[in-house]
């Protein structure tokens, strides 16, 4: 804001101090008196953070990465004991239309309720107007590739049949 003007009469104001304040330094004294309030009414010293030496810092890190190593291998383990008693299945659907996608999840709700079987739906990119069911590894259950819309051949399918059929080759 511009300063009063002056009337004729009237003599210069003498300067107040050699350094005037200004809106940055009152904000920066009233911060600070905030500041002191707050660590009195929490009753103490306002908390200070000390740096970390790099070597202790570095020891940790070690520690940590050999934590998480050692709970790694075991769930390895553990991964392992139970690939041995499980079967997946993998369903390779196309991206095309919607009708691809209600049978890929029919089926996999069927076959994740057995014990021991784990579904995976498009493990890698699928081809294209393709609906593939399978034993990953191994034999093919039902594979109908290179569609052309309306995808006539799928859409003749009994799912429910299909999901018999599978399980039955899967027991």
Same mark, same amino acid.
Do not use: H, W, Y
């Given at each position: 804001m511009a300063p009063k003007k002056r009337k004729a009469g009237e003599e210069a104001e003498p300067a107040k101090s050699p350094v005037?304040?200004?809106?940055?330094?009152?904000?920066?004294?009233? &911060?600070?008196?905030r500041r002191q309030t707050r660590s009195s009414t929490q009753g103490g010293?306002?908390?200070? @953070?000390?740096?970390?030496?790099?070597?202790?810092?570095?020891?940790?890190?070690?520690?940590?990465?050999?934590?998480?190593e050692a709970k790694s291998? +075991?769930?390895?383990d553990?991964? +392992?004991?139970?690939? @041995?008693?499980?079967?997946?299945?993998?369903?390779?659907?196309?991206?095309?239309?919607?009708?691809?996608?209600?049978? &890929?999840?029919? @089926?996999?709700?069927?076959?994740e309720?057995?014990?021991?079987?784990?579904?995976?739906?498009?493990?890698?990119?699928?081809?294209?107007?393709?609906?593939e069911i399978r034993e990953e590894g191994g034999e093919k259950f039902i594979s109908l590739l290179d569609m052309k819309r309306p995808f006539k051949p799928m859409k003749d399918l009994n799912m429910q049949e299909v999901i018999d059929n599978i399980i039955q080759k899967i027991q």
């Open positions: 005037e304040s200004t809106r940055m330094m009152t904000r920066g004294s009233e &911060a600070a008196a010293d306002a908390k200070s @953070v000390k740096p970390v030496p790099k070597k202790l810092a570095a020891a940790r890190k070690k520690s940590k990465k050999k934590k998480e291998d +075991e769930e390895v553990l991964v +392992e004991d139970e690939e @041995v008693n499980t079967k997946t299945i993998v369903i390779e659907r196309c991206m095309q239309c919607n009708s691809f996608k209600t049978r &890929a999840d029919q @089926v996999r709700a069927s076959l309720s057995l014990p021991g079987i784990t579904v995976k739906i498009n493990p890698v990119k699928p081809r294209r107007g393709c609906f």
